[in-house]
């Protein structure tokens, strides 16, 4: 399968830069972006207490919660994250890696700084998560896991939801 799109994809480009145009079916990269976590995704976070099973797991009281974040899947396997739920004086963008692991499965790892109100570091966050892409290639559901690390070295554990929607033109 796989095969067939990267194919039908170079097939594509090539009449495209021969004929100055694209193909009239245009669904060819679509098709291809559909199976890939590459691009830009508004994430929903649903933060929730440490458990075995984060999809029924407690909500965590404070703060708002859910909130909205920014994923963007890079070619090659690199990620940019910017989330909302803290104040932007008081956190680093985060930045990781992310791999397929199945047909419609990925898995990703980033990390950000946290800051106190001087702009002094307190904090590293460093979250794993599994999601799968929805059939459309259009959302991804799963499930995260963050471990925040204090200068002192203390440790606490949270873990959450997200639901991806695609930004698309």
């Known amino acids: 399968m796989r095969k067939t799109v990267l194919i039908s994809c170079l097939a594509a480009s090539v009449l495209a830069m021969h004929t100055g145009e694209a193909p009239a079916n245009d669904n060819l990269r679509s098709l291809f972006l559909r199976s890939t976590l590459e691009g830009a995704w508004e994430v929903v976070v649903t933060l929730r207490v440490p458990a075995a099973d984060c999809t ?23 990620m940019s994250e910017f989330g909302s739920r803290a104040a932007p004086a008081t956190r680093s963008s985060g930045h990781g890696v992310w791999k397929r692991v199945g047909y419609d499965a990925f898995a990703y790892r980033l990390m950000f700084h946290s800051f106190d109100a001087n702009g002094f570091l307190t904090a590293k966050m460093d979250i794993k998560s599994d999601v799968t892409l929805g059939a459309d290639g259009l959302t991804f559901t799963g499930v995260s896991r963050f471990v925040r690390t204090d200068l002192s070295g203390n440790v606490l554990n949270f873990c959450a939801t997200l639901t991806g929607a695609r930004v698309t033109l």
């Open 56 to 78: 029924t797991a407690a909500l965590v009281p404070s703060g708002p919660n859910p909130f909205p974040s920014f994923n963007t899947f890079h070619f090659g396997g690199t």
